[in-house]
DNA sequence: ACATTATTTAGCCATTTCGCTAAATAATCG
DNA sequence: CGATTATTTAGCGAAATGGCTAAATAATGT
């Protein structure tokens, strides 16, 4: 089962990816922004460097969060929210048990 | 309104603490124990040593995902899921507006 | 008081992360 | 082709993270 595997590599990435505040930011920006904005644009709006930006965009593009599409020579950066279902997936298990079930063995 | 920066504190917290496969295996296995287990069962279960162990909890209970109680000698640790709301709702963001949405100006 | 048990704290080291600046690539324009 | 624009890659240094061992704390049992 190779599937399994691949889906805690998946939600890792994207835990990770939205670990970072300036990470959350760009996703927000660009997904009210009418979901799709170039690298220069997101640079543009944000305290840091645009090499930093950059690093940034190529850990949420890793994870699935956004999906990049080349025109010319500008990149566009789209939000793709398909991913969050592995975090939301993952949070399914504690609604399956209750948490007062008690240890058997005293 | 300091309400809103606590808010995101809380987030940055909880997606921090999410953000190590270790935690969240915790918080899986506290949770299927029956949502109580002590430190040591729960370091006995894991590949690196206690006081590794104790650092990812005390993370995990910096982010309100475990609380802790004291009986003797012994601390309690329960998975409190209520945390885990910060992330559901700053997923909402992504549900209220369409990404077809397009930039107004050319 | 002393030993034992449960767990944390302190401190060290290796690795990763994240910021930066400078240089490289890649497409388009003149 | 050479200049310009858009963006990334390379490489560095500081800080954070996560692992470890050894020592400290804190409650209980004898």
Known sequence: MVEAKQKL???DAVLNALAHPARRHILLVVWFRGGEMTAGEIAGRFGCTWP?????LKILVA????????RGRTRFYKVD?????????WFQWFDKKPSSARTSKK
Chains 1, 2 share one sequence.
Do not use: D, M, P, Q
């Open 9 to 11: 590599e998946e939600l």
């Open 63 to 70: 994870a699935g969060l956004l999906k990049v599409e080349k």
């Open 52 to 56: 930093t930006t950059s690093r940034h």
């Open 81 to 89: 929210i398909a991913k969050f279902n592995s975090v939301k997936e």
